[in-house]
T-cell receptor, first 111, second 110 residues
């Protein structure tokens, strides 16, 4: 069974601080996705990474796929209250193969 | 563009009552459709997925069932709800890039 462990589970920071969320597994994934979910809503796809070592930037968010494609990180620069939410990583074996979701990181950014 | 509709948004049902949650997709044909359950704002558990009309794969044995009567319609059902069925249910369709989720149904079994 493929497992994706996210750390930390909870994070409460002040507006303007930087943070990094980690997503780790012992399994190799063909692709890895990051989602953000707000309370009472479905997750929204932020990014998909497919190449080992790949780095993608989305405004203040930087996503990195590990060289061995077993782990990923999400770094947020100068966090804002609008970044508050549950961040989920999800790893897939490629195409329409089964996707495994991570355990989630709940982020609160305090104004 | 593709959109996904899920209803109702919230539902409170007594133990032993039936359940029917509906999900419809617009703007795509022959979508791969999924039902997930999320407990207490944590990770997602895959319940069912469907690659076409009448084709249902179950991931977790339980008292829930799913049906796909039309190409863009996916239904989650139960004949008799249990307290443990409470949770946040999400419908999604998927392309090779990732999932598009509906807005979810908060089910509370009392």
């Amino acid at each position: 069974t493929q497992l994706l462990e996210q750390s930390p589970q909870f994070l409460s920071i002040q507006e303007g601080e930087n943070l990094t969320v980690y997503c780790n597994s012992s399994s190799v994934f063909s692709s890895l996705q990051w989602y953000r979910q707000e309370p009472g809503e479905g997750p929204v796809l932020l990014v998909t990474v497919v190449t080992g070592g790949e780095v993608k930037k989305l405004k203040r968010l930087t996503f990195q796929f590990g060289d061995a494609r077993k782990d990923s990180s999400l770094h947020i620069t100068a966090a804002q209250p609008g970044d508050t939410g549950l961040y989920l990583c999800a790893g897939g074996a490629g195409g329409y193969q089964k996707v495994t979701f991570g355990t989630g990181t709940k982020l609160q950014v305090i104004p | 563009s593709q959109t996904i509709h899920q209803w109702p948004a919230t539902l409170v049902q007594p133990v032993g009552s039936p359940l029917s949650l509906e999900c419809t997709v617009e703007g795509t044909s022959n979508p791969n459709l999924y039902w997930y359950r999320q407990a207490a704002g944590r990770g997602l558990q895959l319940l069912f997925y469907s690659v076409g009309i009448g084709q249902i794969s179950s991931e977790v044995p339980q008292n829930l069932s799913a049906s796909r009567p039309q190409d863009r319609q996916f239904i989650l059902s139960s004949k008799k709800l249990l307290l443990s069925d409470s949770g946040f249910y999400l419908c999604a369709w998927r392309d090779p890039v990732g999932y598009t989720f509906g807005s979810g149904t908060r089910l509370t079994v009392v």
